[in-house]
């Protein structure tokens, strides 16, 4: 049984808290209840909209009384904190914000790789001469590159990581489909969008595409968004291998030369 937010407020007005005049349902980490507006406004935490209404018969002496605090409130009080799954709940959303806090750090391995030993020296290359002539060196060299065939709709990734409590780039990966012929443009914004991400987590502690990381995207000079608009070409079907190694920038071959 769960119960809306205008289900309580109607439940404790016919039941006598006449102040009220909103309920906010809040999943919050510690606070459990808290009158704003005057009095009119109630916050309950999420977990009361599971409460019996015995219950939740408190909330009405606690509405009338804040201003005026008697013992029949400080009752009404203890018993709403006293109820158990009120703490369930606390101590499930306190876990939920402590995982999401911590990117990546339940795996810091590297995802599979469906690279050809020649497509992961392209990789390789690419990503150093991005990092020289982009990111002035900035980029670990050591940071795991892969190609995926399994990523759907994504073209890319960077998966972020804590070691020793240190942030690390634990892989990047950039869809095989970006192999293909005809997918130039797009391999090379996707790999440089990715390396701004690695260098926005890095450098700043950000995974998003806030401000830091539009800075980091602008310098490299690729397009300064979330996700590009731009269609690329799809192997035919999704368990063909693509093996093709496309040829390198001019830069980056000279340097292998030299
Ligand atoms: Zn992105």
Redesign the pocket.
């Known amino acids: 049984m769960s119960r809306s937010a205008p289900e309580i407020l109607e439940f404790l007005r016919s039941s006598g808290a006449r102040r009220v005049q909103r309920v906010c349902l809040k999943a919050n980490k510690s606070t459990i209840w808290s009158l704003t507006q005057q009095g009119t406004v109630l916050n309950l935490h999420v977990a009361f909209a599971g409460a019996p209404r015995r219950l939740l018969r408190y909330f009405v002496v606690i509405a009338n009384q804040a201003h005026r605090p008697d013992a029949e409130y400080h009752r009404a009080m203890a018993r709403v904190a006293a109820w158990p799954p009120l703490d369930r709940e606390i101590r499930r959303i306190r876990q939920e914000a402590r995982r999401l806090a911590r990117p990546a750090r339940r795996d810091l391995g590297v995802g599979p790789c469906c690279a050809t030993p020649a497509q992961r020296v392209y990789l390789r290359k690419l990503f150093d001469y991005l990092n020289r002539t982009r990111f002035g060196s900035r980029l670990p060299r050591t940071i795991p590159l892969r190609l995926s065939n399994r990523m759907r709709t994504s073209l890319?990734?960077?998966v972020p990581g804590l070691r020793e409590g240190r942030p690390v780039v634990v892989e990047l990966a950039l869809n095989v489909d970006l192999m293909l012929p005809g997918n130039g443009p797009a391999r090379l914004d996707t790999l440089l969008?990715?390396m701004a991400?690695a260098a926005d987590y890095l450098f700043h502690g950000q995974t998003g595409?806030g401000h830091s990381?539009k800075g980091w995207a602008r310098r490299a000079g690729c397009v300064p968004e979330?996700?590009s608009a731009t269609p690329i070409r799809r192997r035919r079907r999704r368990d063909s291998t693509v093996t093709r190694v496309p040829p390198l920038p001019l830069g980056a071959r000279l340097r292998i030369a030299a």
Do not use: L, R, S
């Open positions: 890319g990734q960077m969008h990715e991400h595409h990381w979330a996700c």
